[in-house]
């Protein structure tokens, strides 16, 4: 029967110590948060290629397949959002935001005590165990499991503003390309509208009507116009920004581009419903809400921590029982032959006694209770920690008010900045080029007719010629504008018009005077 409830016993235990052994087992499994981050990248883009840990051969091939195709806008986002490394690098803080979240959920583990105190004489030592836990974890692990989510929120919010982020970034890097290369062609069309006048100019020399000096003047501007050709194809920096971007390997001339700079979009949404959609989609105003969070679970957890640990356990103490003396025989013999007068032997104990004495030897104690333990905060009561940490919790707020206030004034700036530059180049289309143009036309035709001075015809040329550089210029820095209002507001530009975007022109179009 005793070994029957040993065994139970044994098995409650390794039971119990199998349960606990389980309940510590907890693995790091970041994928569904890995999947949240692409949702809030996706949100904020409009892409929905991204870059996910673990996938790297199926991105290197997707990333392969896009760039076969030349690049577009589109493209050129998703290719950084795939492939950039410095983004890929920050999905880390995801996982390891994770794996906090998951340790802030354990128990600490429990500690297990061993003495051995060996007696004076000879015996079997003395044997205690101390086995006990902090309890002190039940009470915090809701507030620190608390401030790991809120942590963890925060991480995957900061990973989605930093591809928003890149997203603009790469938008930028290929509307430079564009712009580059369109300033090219702007300056190739500048050079033959030059040459023209200046064949102009040597044919009425040939005839006798033109002077030597009016030759010289029309060489002035193609001289110039050839110097614009030769500085405009200098393109190579804006092409090695991009492929650096794209963390692409391979020769960045090899870049092609199919895309020209956008045309004007839409009219843009009121500026309160744009604040609006800012202050529900803006990345970096989410996250400081979560800072906050964190910061307040943390400064909550260190008022907990005033009594760091609570000790609960049990004891035992295994104890040997003290053996009576053994008999000496000479010594009991003479006792009793002092005592009797004469040589007398001692008494005779009998044999059950003798055993007795023998098994007490062998005889030991088991002593076993609970206990408990606690720190005593006498001299650290921990309000330094709480005070550093309710100073750490106001400072996130004010960053977050920081952020909240200043949204306002980023979106009116943004959008007031992108409208102007639209309106500048409607300008430029709508009336100084066929202005210019108009000018070019009419002083030509004139100058043919004898009725003006080429002086006349070269004034209008150079005002064309410098309108049409200016274009290319404003056309580039709108669409600059339009990716920071797409930044500042956290939503892509299809979300922020009243009607849809214009479809942009392919670079493989036939290159047009713009008025003309």
Same mark, same amino acid.
């Given at each position: ?55 790297? !051969?199926?991105? @290197? ?102 591809? !928003? ?75 090695? !920004? ?83 003396? &053994? ?101 430029? &289309? @709508? ?86």
């Amino acid at each position: 029967m005793l070994v029957i409830r040993r065994r139970l016993w044994n098995a409650r235990v390794a039971g119990l110590l199998a349960v606990c052994f389980l309940a510590g087992c907890k693995t790091v499994d970041p994928k569904p948060d890995y999947a949240r981050a692409r949702e809030r990248i996706a949100q904020a883009t409009g892409q929905t290629d991204c870059y996910l840990p673990g996938d790297d !051969a199926a991105i @290197e091939a997707r990333v392969q397949e896009l760039l076969a195709g030349g690049l577009t806008v589109d493209t050129t986002v998703r290719i950084a959002l795939l492939n950039n490394r410095d983004l890929q690098g920050a999905w880390m803080n995801v996982g390891m935001a994770k794996a906090d979240l998951v340790q802030s959920g354990l128990m600490s583990n429990p500690s297990i005590d061993f003495a051995m105190r060996f007696p004076a004489s000879t015996g079997i030592p003395d044997l205690t165990a101390d086995l006990a836990q902090n309890i002190a974890d039940l009470w915090r692990i809701p507030v620190r499991k608390r401030g790991a989510r809120h942590d963890l929120d925060q991480a995957i919010l900061e990973l989605a503003d930093k591809g !928003a982020a890149l997203a603009a970034q790469a938008k930028q890097a290929y509307y430079d390309l564009a712009g580059a290369e369109m300033a090219l062609e702007i300056a190739e069309q500048n050079l033959a509208i030059a040459q023209r006048l200046l064949n102009f100019a040597l044919i009425r020399q040939q005839a006798g009507a033109g002077a030597e000096i009016d030759v010289n003047l029309a060489r002035g501007p193609v001289l110039e116009a050839e110097l614009a050709v030769k500085t405009s194809r200098l393109t190579a920096d804006a092409r090695l !920004a991009l492929a650096k971007l794209l963390s692409l390997t391979i020769d960045a001339e090899k870049l092609v581009i199919r895309d020209r700079l956008p045309d004007p979009p839409a009219d843009f949404q009121d500026v309160d419903q744009l604040i609006e959609l800012a202050r529900g989609h803006r990345l970096d105003l989410q996250a400081a809400d979560q800072e906050v969070a964190s910061a307040e679970a943390k400064w909550q957890l260190e008022k907990l921590n005033v009594i760091p640990a609570i000790q609960l356990g049990a004891q035992m103490e295994r104890n040997q029982q003290r053996a009576q003396p &053994r008999r000496h025989l000479l010594a009991d013999t003479a006792r009793s032959s002092i005592a009797a007068g004469a040589l007398t032997a001692p008494s005779i104990q009998p044999r059950s006694e003798r055993h007795q004495i023998r098994s007490s030897e062998r005889n030991l104690s088991i002593i076993t209770g609970p206990s408990i333990g606690a720190d005593l905060p006498i001299f650290d009561q921990n309000q330094a920690q709480i005070a550093k940490a309710f100073y750490a919790y106001q400072q996130a707020a004010k960053s977050y008010e920081a952020v909240d206030r200043s949204l306002a004034h980023d979106v009116r700036g943004a959008l007031e900045r992108t409208r102007t530059a639209w309106e500048i180049v409607h300008f430029y &289309r @709508e009336q100084s080029l066929p202005l210019a143009n108009r000018n070019l036309e009419l002083s030509t035709e004139t100058y043919r007719a004898g009725k003006s001075s080429l002086l006349e015809v070269l004034e209008a040329q150079r005002f064309l010629l410098d309108t049409r550089s200016k274009y290319v210029d404003a056309l580039h820095d709108a669409a600059a504008k339009l990716s920071d209002l797409e930044r500042v507001i956290g939503l892509p530009a299809a979300q922020l018009v009243t009607g849809p975007l214009p479809a942009t022109r392919p670079a493989t179009a036939p290159a047009t005077a713009p008025g003309g």
